[in-house]
């Protein structure tokens, strides 16, 4: 009869437990508590991580003193949908949209969402993808730190959308 009380004050006890984890806000002290690290493909240095381009295109020789990226990659104007890309935690896709042959917008279709610390910190993380892509004019963003698979799985479903709408 012992083991029978023990046994439910345990099933009790994590039974709120769980509750509670599930309804329990992430502890980030802040958002600059996601960190940008640079990914393999992209230069640790920030003043030349702003003007990489993608394989295809070329690199402008002259420096640019607006700090924003010049690509020579061009786009013709419409809105392109990537592939659906596996973020562990959920499926990320993306529309890149295209106006006079630039990126002027990248929208989230659809992200990890299903965890309110997915929630949380794909809310914080995906405005700087968007940010650094059109800044970038290509899918070279610098991985994120705290929402790598996010970061990796937008690269994926961004470069399938900008390859929709090369020239």
């Known amino acids: 009869m012992k083991r029978f009380f023990i046994l439910i004050a345990v099933l009790i006890v994590f039974f709120i437990y769980s509750i509670g984890i599930r309804h329990q806000r992430p502890r980030l002290a802040k958002p600059t508590a996601l960190i940008k690290q640079s990914s393999p493909s992209t230069p640790t240095n920030s003043s030349t991580a702003n003007s990489s381009t993608s394989g295809s295109s070329t690199t402008n020789s002259g420096s640019n003193t607006s700090g924003n990226s010049v690509s020579n990659a061009s786009y013709k104007d419409g809105a392109y ?25 990248v929208k989230f279709l659809s992200y990890p969402n299903s965890h309110s610390t997915s929630v949380y910190i794909n ?45």
Not at 81 to 101: F, K, L, P
Not at 133 to 153: D, H
Not at 158 to 163: H, K, P, R
């Open 81 to 105: 949908t990537g592939s659906v890309a596996d973020a562990y935690y959920g499926q990320v896709q993306v529309q890149a949209v295209i106006t006079n042959g630039k990126i002027s917008n």
């Open 123 to 167: 809310q914080q993380a995906m405005p700087y993808l968007k940010q650094e892509a059109i800044q970038s004019q290509n899918a070279n963003v610098q991985i994120i730190s705290g929402a790598t698979f996010t970061a990796e799985a937008f690269i994926q479903s961004l470069t399938n959308a900008l390859s929709k709408a090369h020239a």
